[in-house]
């Protein structure tokens, strides 16, 4: 009689094998919701920012309850300003979620930027032989550095796109690994 947690052939079942359908069904729900943003990369960007916008929201009006239930702790007035900075911000990014998208592709200009330029550094430190293959990190380094130029370039137009693309990449590619993941551990 075979246990729950071994394989007809006596091998141990993981947990990724003894729940493949769930894996399964979360990566297909993922493909959906990739191909969905990929296909209305302004919608999906809209809807993240309306999102983000909502837990800032939700995490200043928690600030604001919990300084005034503490009022006679030290930096009342401190805390006090950070919660009322972010109920604003929370308030601005549902009121105009499309400045967001400019606010978060801004971001991705400067993450692409500083990270190319790090790669670059990294793959430059490795070409005395270190790292035979220093070469394609250097080249991962410019690679994010021209996308920083063509968001940067495009803004604020490029807002529309980009969240909601990257995301939406995100998600397709995750939703793929999750999905060959669970085929395989079905069996």
């Not at 943003?37 to 960007?45: F, T």
């Not at 293959?133 to 410019?142: D, K, N």
């Amino acid at each position: 009689m075979l246990d729950e947690f071994a394989s007809p052939a006596g091998l141990p079942v993981s947990a990724i094998g003894r729940h493949w359908r769930m894996f399964l069904i979360e990566g297909m729900v993922l493909i959906l919701l990739g191909a969905a943003a990929v296909a209305l990369p302004l919608v999906a960007g809209l809807a993240i920012a309306v999102l983000v916008g909502w837990l800032i929201l939700l995490g200043g009006v928690i600030g604001l309850m919990t300084t005034f239930m503490a009022r006679a702790a030290p930096g009342f007035w401190w805390s006090l300003l950070s919660a009322v900075l972010w109920v604003l911000a929370g308030i601005a990014l549902l009121a105009w979620p499309a400045a967001g998208l400019v606010y978060f592709t801004v971001l991705l200009v400067l993450w692409f930027a500083v990270e190319g330029i790090a790669m670059i550094m990294y793959g430059l430190s490795h070409r005395r032989g270190a790292t035979p293959r220093w070469g394609w990190v250097l080249v991962s380094g410019i690679v994010d550095l021209v996308l920083a130029a063509v968001l940067a370039v495009g803004l604020p137009g490029t807002a529309a796109w980009a969240v909601g693309l990257l995301v939406g990449i995100n998600l397709l590619f995750g939703g793929i690994s999750l999905t060959s993941i669970a085929l395989v551990a079905r069996r």
